[in-house]
């Protein structure tokens, strides 16, 4: 059983910058890809970025790769989302994901999941 917890969101404005953090239980972190998600109200829940076990490979929705940086730190078991320049549409739940192997876009390739944090940008 993998248990995970986000921490970091918050209120901003319009090009702040938050930088989220998951923590992650387990021994063998770096056999799990981690994911990054988000839900706005009454929308359904989408894919931000995703890193492989070993760190070297991420992916991205087009919305935010110029502006966000997934990463993680295998030794300390977290994954960080380092959020520049937000926007107002950026403004929803964040959840962090897991699953063992590769990385993945798919909501439901997933396994585990955080219970969220919110952040909110205003204009």
């Known amino acids: 059983q993998v248990q995970l917890v986000e921490s970091g969101g918050g209120l901003v404005q319009a090009g702040d910058s938050l930088r989220l953090s998951c923590a992650a239980s387990?021994?063998?972190?770096?056999?799990?890809?981690m994911g990054w998600f988000r839900q706005a109200p009454g929308k359904e829940r989408e894919f931000v970025a995703a890193?492989?076990?070993?760190?070297?490979?991420?992916y991205y929705t087009d919305s935010v790769k110029a502006r966000f940086t997934i990463s993680r730190d295998n030794a300390e078991n977290r994954v960080y989302l380092q959020m520049n320049n937000l926007k107002p549409e950026d403004t929803a739940v964040y959840y962090c994901?897991?699953?063992?192997?590769?990385?993945?876009?798919?909501?439901?390739?997933?396994?585990?999941w955080g219970q969220g944090t919110q952040v909110t940008v205003s204009s």
């Open positions: 994901a897991t699953r063992y192997g590769f990385g993945s876009r798919v909501r439901d390739d997933y396994n585990y």
């Open positions: 387990g021994r063998t972190f770096s056999s799990y890809a």
């Open positions: 890193i492989s076990g070993s760190g070297r490979t991420t």
